[in-house]
């Protein structure tokens, strides 16, 4: 079973950059496409960016486009989520996702998921 583990949130001033980090194990890393979504609580989880199976292609939410980036390391098994110049309104709860990589499956939508990280963007 597929099991994500999210690190690297905290609390930091806008502006600021933030790391985080997302352990994977239980499956063979590279079969899986990997995302990153975040949560404010009351609204819907909103879909940030995505990255295939060995790192050579990536999409961005409009939101974050040049301000976030998403890595992956298939030797670690392991994605992160590099975030540069913080906004109040990025604060919210980061989540890991992953899904077996097809061709077929374009969206959004993601099978599996990490338990999530805080992040708190003070002004």
Not at 78 to 105: F, G
Not at 107 to 118: A, H, K, L, R, S
Request: glycine share 10%; hydrophobic share 35%; aromatic share 12%.
């Amino acid at each position: 079973q597929v099991q994500l583990v999210e690190s690297g949130g905290g609390l930091v001033q806008a502006g600021h950059s933030l790391r985080l980090s997302c352990a994977f194990t239980g499956r063979t890393f590279t079969s899986y496409d990997m995302g990153w979504f975040r949560q404010v609580p009351g609204k819907e989880r909103q879909f940030l960016a995505d990255i295939n199976t060995n790192g050579a292609w990536a999409r961005y939410a409009d939101s974050v486009k040049g301000r976030f980036t998403i890595d992956r390391n298939n030797g670690k098994d392991a994605v992160s989520l590099q975030m540069n110049s913080l906004k109040p309104e990025d604060t919210a709860r980061y989540y890991c996702a992953a899904r077996v990589a097809d061709a077929r499956r374009t969206g959004f939508e993601y099978d599996y998921w990490g338990q999530g990280t805080q992040v708190t963007v003070s002004s």
